[in-house]
């Protein structure tokens, strides 16, 4: 069975923006055989004010092709096209 080839840097675009949306620092990205981990640290609001919270996901390969899809779907036309480094 022939594995389906990745697009690294739209494959790292699509998780730096999952990145953004939880909030996290210091964050590890580890790519295992069923799909990506993300561990970070996050900051949850208490009475006292903000403290720092550990945060793990697990997405699998096929989360993570829909995260690309939908960002893919968000850009404009003329950002489809993929661009050299004059273009």
Known sequence: MQ??????????????HFIQQQHLNEVTILEFDRGWIITGITYQSTAQGFIRVPADYVLSHDEVRRLIQTMRDQRKPEQHQKRGWLG
Do not use: Q
């Open 3 to 16: 594995k389906e080839r990745i697009d690294y840097p739209e494959l790292l675009r699509s998780l730096g």
